[in-house]
């Protein structure tokens, strides 16, 4: 069974009549006083003059030549020399033998950036080797050997 819903009529608003116009009364006048302005809050300041700057000379000519930049290399006798061939020789032979190791093995992450490393110490080494640098191709060597043993232990 269906509710019955009773039908809602919609009342007109009662609205009262209007007022005419004489019916009304006249507004009040109201009175009021209109302040003075404030006085205004800036003021007129006069700066200091701006101090006389010199100019800086105009800068001399440069000329075209250049003098060649002094390179910094330690003294090393003959006999340094050749220790130095004999060591970075025997520390890339060393190099080489512990990268043939980690060859055709499966190398985690960290394995694989000491490669890099090595591979970047050994080509840097080789690099000062070609420059007669024989001081820096020793330091790398030993740097890329030394890596290249953590890498051969970690295997």
């Not at 800086?56 to 390179?71: G, H, I, Q």
């Amino acid at each position: 069974m269906r509710p019955k819903v009773p039908v809602i009529g919609f009342a007109h608003p009662l609205i009262p009549p209007a007022a005419t116009a004489a019916e009304l009364e006249p507004p009040p006048d109201i009175e009021f006083e209109v302040a003075a302005p404030p006085p205004p809050l800036v003021t007129n300041l006069t700066l200091p003059a701006k101090p006389h700057v010199v100019p800086p000379p105009a800068p001399e000519p440069v000329s075209a030549e250049k003098p060649p930049e002094p390179t910094l290399a330690p003294e090393v006798t003959t006999a340094e020399i050749t220790a130095a061939k004999a060591e970075t020789q025997h520390n890339l032979d060393l190099v080489e033998k512990n990268l043939t190791l980690a060859w055709g093995r499966k190398l985690n992450a960290t394995q694989q950036d000491v490669v890099s490393k090595v591979r970047g110490f050994t080509e840097n080494a080789r690099e000062a080797m070609r420059s007669g640098d024989w001081v820096r191709a020793k330091n790398l060597s030993k740097k890329a050997e030394v890596l290249s043993e953590q890498l051969a232990a970690s295997l």
